[in-house]
């Protein structure tokens, strides 16, 4: 059974980086079906894809968020993380990792989420 779980802290004040990790178990994050997306809640609002890993280290990322964003990888912890930076209020979101399957946007195993406040 796949399992993701993600961490990190849950304020960050204005213009600093939001730093998250998932830590991927049951399943290798080097399997080549799979890319590891990271998405995001606001409040209120509906679900935001922020970027992708893929099995072999490649990455993608919105058009919006791109300037701001970094996703890598730990192999060796099997996890993913992502970095976005010089949050703002607008930052504030639940951040979701979730596995996505290769030649698909569908995403079989979410993590619960963590919550993340911008906040001075």
């Known amino acids: 059974q796949v399992q993701l779980q993600e961490s990190g802290p849950g304020l960050v004040k204005p213009s600093q980086t939001l730093s998250l990790t998932c830590t991927v178990s049951?399943?290798?994050?080097?399997?080549?079906?799979?890319?590891w997306n990271w998405i995001r809640q606001p409040p209120g609002k509906g679900l935001e894809w922020i970027g992708c890993i893929t099995y072999s280290g490649s990455t993608v990322y919105s058009p919006s968020l791109k300037s701001r964003t970094s996703i890598s990888r730990d192999t060796s912890k099997n996890h993913i993380t992502l970095q976005l930076s010089s949050v703002i209020p607008e930052d504030t979101a639940v951040y979701y990792c979730?596995?996505?399957?290769?030649?698909?946007?569908?995403?079989?195993?979410w993590g619960q989420g963590t919550q993340v406040t911008v906040s001075s």
């Open positions: 049951g399943g290798s994050i080097t399997t080549d079906a799979y890319y």
């Open positions: 979730a596995r996505g399957l290769i030649g698909s946007d569908y995403q079989d195993y």
